[in-house]
């Protein structure tokens, strides 16, 4: 069964330091990875994702993310995090086609100004 | 482009009531639709994937005649929660894909229940 894992429940951050949320995952095969966002009372937005190619992939809001095939990593990263970017962050994986879209438990982003 | 609406946003309602949330794809036909259950400060949990005019498929664990699922056309599903409960209070999202497979989903803003 495919997984995801984000170990971190929340994330502290000042605003204007570089930012990192963690997400490992687990698939019998090659990974489709997302990133999603989540303001409270709302739906998710996507913000970026890896089917393939680069590893570095660039999204919205200047959040970019870097798969790490051999460390099962997809971790989300800001190299200057701003106070409206705190939030609820999602990680997931599916395999594609009719695979399930697996969500991880999502962790608290808190930027201070 | 790829909007997703959801309605209500927020519903209220008695104990043994039931509660319809809309779901609607705005500028796209979405071949499937899917209904996530949110529960406070967890992760979103699949209850069911809706195709266009064909039967939902729930997920292990998710009551089919408590969570009634139409999918009537291509840009509107819905999920009817009948004889609600205290326990049914969540934050529901849907979301619609434009293919069969789930790599590529809209999610709508999600419709908050509270079941007195």
């Known amino acids: 069964a495919q997984s995801v894992a984000q170990p971190e429940d929340q994330v502290n951050v000042a605003e204007g330091n570089p930012l990192t949320v963690k997400c490992t995952y687990s698939?019998?095969?090659?990974?489709?990875l997302f990133w999603y966002v989540q303001y409270p009372n709302r739906g998710l937005q996507f913000l970026l994702k890896?089917?393939?190619?680069?590893?570095l992939v660039k999204g919205s809001y200047g959040f970019e993310a870097e798969f790490n095939k051999s460390q099962t990593s997809f971790h989300l990263k800001k190299p200057s995090a701003l106070v409206s970017d705190s939030a609820l962050y999602f990680c997931a994986v599916t395999l594609g086609g009719y695979s399930t879209l697996t969500f991880g438990k999502g962790t608290m982003l808190l930027v201070s100004p | 482009g790829a909007v997703v609406s959801q309605h209500p946003s927020w519903v209220i309602c008695k104990s043994g009531t039931s509660v319809k949330i809309e779901c609607r794809s705005l500028?796209?036909?979405?071949?499937?639709m899917f209904w996530y259950r949110q529960f406070p400060k967890q992760s979103l949990m699949l209850m069911a994937t809706s195709n266009e005019g064909s039967k939902a498929t729930y997920e292990q664990g998710v009551e089919k005649d408590k969570f009634l699922i139409n999918h009537a056309s291509l840009t509107l599903s819905t999920l009817t929660v009948t004889s609600a409960h205290p326990e049914d209070s969540s934050f529901y999202i849907c979301?619609?894909?434009?293919?069969?497979?789930?790599?590529?989903?809209?999610f709508g803003p999600g419709t908050r229940l509270l079941v007195l």
């Open positions: 500028d796209f036909q979405a071949t499937t």
């Open positions: 979301s619609a894909s434009i293919s069969s497979g789930q790599e590529t989903q809209y």
């Open positions: 890896y089917i393939t190619g680069d590893n």
């Open positions: 698939v019998s095969g090659n990974p489709y």
